[in-house]
């Protein structure tokens, strides 16, 4: 079956635009998360969705927001964005999240900001 | 805040050794724990995970140790191959988070080189 699909797969933006990404979750997945990762911070959690609802967040500014659809595809945002937010940006999803819920990743989307 | 660390940055290993990779967690709630490896240019897959009512989960190739007592995770490459080169994390959640999805917390990265 298809894995996690997260597009686009690389994008460049300039400083103060604002970014979306997309991810397909494994079809019969309803937990989708995202994760930030950087050469210098490594793989950092950004938020959870579950049936449309955001039940667990991380510790980023509120630039970065998300949101999950009635089929389980999620999207994230980014506004404003900085030269820091360069990294490859990470979907996960699990078939209900938490404890045993074997949670598999996207290849990423790379974004650059310039 | 805590964090989970790796305590070695790469790791080489000769083609058919068995491979060892340490990891160190430092949040005394963790009980979920979970091995990553993320070749270059992709996402992390999964390898195995543990849960902290267990001390050692073995699968294909690989087997992990777990020991509370000292915040200690490893995980064990058996007959190692070309292809297991790349970076592996370890990843830790607390049961609070289990009603919702893992918020993982992951370990640095240790790149392990194969040599043939």
Same mark, same amino acid.
């Given at each position: 079956k298809a894995g996690v699909t997260q597009t686009p797969r690389y994008l460049i933006k300039t400083r103060g635009q604002q970014v979306t990404l997309s991810c397909s979750p494994i079809s019969g997945h309803r937990s989708v998360s995202w994760y930030q990762q950087t050469p210098g911070q490594g793989l950092q959690f950004l938020f959870e969705y579950f049936s449309e609802t955001q039940r667990?967040? $991380?510790?980023?500014? $509120?630039?970065? &927001?998300? +949101?999950?659809?009635? @089929?389980? +595809? &999620?999207?994230?945002n980014v506004s404003t964005l900085e030269l820091g937010d360069s990294a490859l940006y990470l979907c996960a999803s699990s078939r209900q999240g938490g404890y045993g819920n074997t949670i598999y990743f996207g290849e990423g989307s790379w974004l650059t900001v310039v | 805040g805590e964090s989970v660390g790796l305590h070695l940055p790469t790791l080489s290993v000769q083609e058919g050794d068995n491979s060892i990779i340490n990891c160190a967690y430092s949040n005394s709630a963790s009980d979920y724990f979970i091995w990553y490896k993320q070749e270059s240019g992709k !996402?992390?897959?999964?390898?195995?995970? *543990?849960?902290?009512?267990?001390?050692?989960?073995?699968?294909?190739? /690989?087997?992990?140790?777990? @020991?509370? =007592? /000292?915040k200690h995770l490893s995980l064990q490459i058996a007959a190692t191959q070309p292809g297991d080169s790349a /970076?592996?994390?370890?990843? %830790?959640? %607390?049961?609070?988070? =289990? $009603?919702?999805?893992?918020?993982? =917390?992951? !370990?640095?990265? *240790?790149?392990?080189? /194969?040599?043939?």
């Open positions: 667990n967040k $991380g510790n980023f500014p $509120g630039r970065f &927001s998300g +949101r999950q659809f009635s @089929n389980s +595809r &999620s999207e994230m | !996402g992390p897959q999964f390898i195995i995970d *543990i849960r902290s009512n267990m001390d050692k989960r073995q699968g294909q190739r /690989v087997t992990v140790l777990l @020991n509370k =007592t /000292v /970076v592996y994390f370890c990843a %830790e959640t %607390e049961s609070r988070y =289990t $009603g919702a999805n893992s918020k993982l =917390t992951f !370990g640095k990265g *240790i790149t392990l080189s /194969v040599r043939p």
